[in-house]
């Protein structure tokens, strides 16, 4: 039964409250960062395309991986960005990815696609499937593409973005390198797999859930490291199964699940419908990303919703404001301002983040320096402001 949407009020709710962020960052991570520097993101992308290109990636695929790793950063998912532009570039040239890949359709029907990537780097295969779901949704209603044979492909928010574009729903979820236990456990056996959600709203952002399943990613452990900051102890196990706040034995140990058994069980379906059904390599036979010779062989898995196959768009949107309303419209607990609904931050940083620059720890422009001084790429683009807290 089609249930009618009741109005509450949304026109007399006051205009969005902006976050306090200065320079892209909310006061309580200030805590965390002593020193950065502010890199616009235009000459960052170009730096990151030119250094891909060095190591044989064609032009059109380097800018498109170039600008997965910057929006990363512009939304704050920093776990995701251009740090990972050093490791990209081992592995090409060391035969972990395949800098020229040949991306051939395995299996398709109208509603469905299955690709085989190659060992591409998984950022091409992963923009690839979802124009190819995106493509099949308009027709279909709602599509789904597999991919197998492929590697590490960044924020899953990325992927699951461009459905909005589209006036559709995106899902995107990928396998990953064993880094948790089976619940109750204590060898890695399933990957910290992500999914992301994003939905189009008719407002100034768009609804996105992106979310590993642990309690934090790997790459803020690592970011811990590289800071030599102490984490959580509900972040991670060491190697003997218990909770520690020492990020070298956290990435040698395990993530802890969020949610208990709850987030190992959204991690093993994620594994079943990107690494199982794709006839990708899952669990215990994906190589370790330490190995820069070997592809991962990973799967990921997409699907696309068009809205106007449901319903109006506009209806849609006037249902989605009655929704965000509802959210919003609730008594606030001691110290909250406002709710901010998923990726709403993240949207509030990058609109900042375009205007003053993305700001990188000291760590990560030294390793981009330090890398185009290899290549003899420009890297003057790199340092234009730095900032210290007092």
């Known amino acids: 039964m089609f249930i009618p949407i009741v109005s509450s009020g949304l026109a007399s709710l006051p205009p969005a409250t902006i976050p306090d962020i200065q320079d892209g960052i909310l006061p309580?991570?200030?805590?965390?960062?002593?020193?950065?520097?502010?890199?616009?993101?235009?000459?960052?992308?170009?730096?990151?395309?030119?250094?891909?290109?060095r190591v044989g990636v064609s032009a059109e695929d380097a800018a498109t991986v170039a600008d997965t790793l910057v929006e990363a950063d512009l939304r704050g998912v920093h776990s995701h960005g251009v740090w990972w532009l050093t490791r990209y570039t081992r592995r090409l040239r060391h035969g972990g990815l395949n800098p020229k890949p040949n991306l051939k359709v395995a299996h398709e029907t109208p509603a469905m696609l299955l690709l085989d990537a190659d060992r591409a780097m998984g950022q091409i295969a992963a923009v690839a499937a979802m124009r190819h779901a995106i493509r099949k949704a308009k027709f279909s209603g709602a599509s789904v593409v597999g991919v197998r044979n492929s590697n590490h492909?960044?924020?899953?928010?990325?992927?699951?973005?461009?459905?909005?574009q589209e006036n559709q729903i995106g899902f995107a979820t990928t396998d990953a390198e064993p880094t948790m236990a089976s619940w109750g456990g204590t060898h890695a056996v399933v990957g910290n797999n992500p999914l992301a959600f994003a939905v189009p709203t008719g407002r100034n952002f768009t609804l996105v859930l992106d979310m590993a399943q642990s309690v934090v990613a790997w790459g803020k452990i690592f970011l811990a490291a590289q800071r030599g900051e102490k984490i959580p102890s509900s972040w991670a196990f060491n190697a003997a199964g218990e909770p520690t706040e020492d990020p070298q034995e956290a990435m040698a140990g395990l993530l802890m699940p969020v949610g208990g058994y709850?987030?190992?069980?959204?991690a093993l379906v994620m594994e079943i419908l990107s690494g199982v059904l794709t006839?990708?390599?899952?669990?215990?036979?994906?190589?370790?990303?330490?190995?820069?010779t070997a592809s991962q062989g990973h799967g990921h898995f997409f699907m696309a919703l068009d809205i106007a196959q449901f319903m109006p768009l506009t209806e849609f949107q006037e249902r989605m404001d009655v929704l965000i309303?509802?959210?919003?419209?609730?008594?606030?607990?001691?110290?909250?301002?406002?709710?901010?609904?998923?990726?709403?931050?993240?949207?509030?940083?990058?609109?900042?983040?375009?205007?003053?620059?993305?700001?990188?720890?000291?760590?990560?422009?030294?390793?981009?320096a330090q890398l185009g001084v290899e290549m003899d790429l420009d890297t003057t683009g790199l340092r234009p402001g730095s900032r210290a807290f007092e």
Do not use: N, W
Not at 262 to 266: D, I, M, R, S, V
Not at 334 to 339: A, T
């Open 153 to 164: 492909f960044g924020a899953a928010a990325y992927y699951a973005l461009m459905a909005p």
């Open 28 to 53: 309580e991570e200030k805590e965390k960062l002593t020193e950065y520097q502010l890199t616009p993101a235009e000459p960052l992308r170009r730096f990151c395309a030119a250094a891909l290109q």
């Open 279 to 292: 006839g990708a390599a899952f669990g215990l036979s994906i190589p370790p990303m330490a190995d820069e």
């Open 325 to 368: 309303a509802q959210q919003r419209e609730v008594p606030l607990a001691k110290g909250v301002e406002r709710i901010y609904l998923p990726g709403e931050i993240e949207h509030f940083k990058r609109e900042q983040r375009l205007k003053t620059g993305i700001p990188l720890e000291p760590y990560v422009i030294e390793a981009l």
């Open 262 to 266: 709850k987030g190992y069980g959204l």
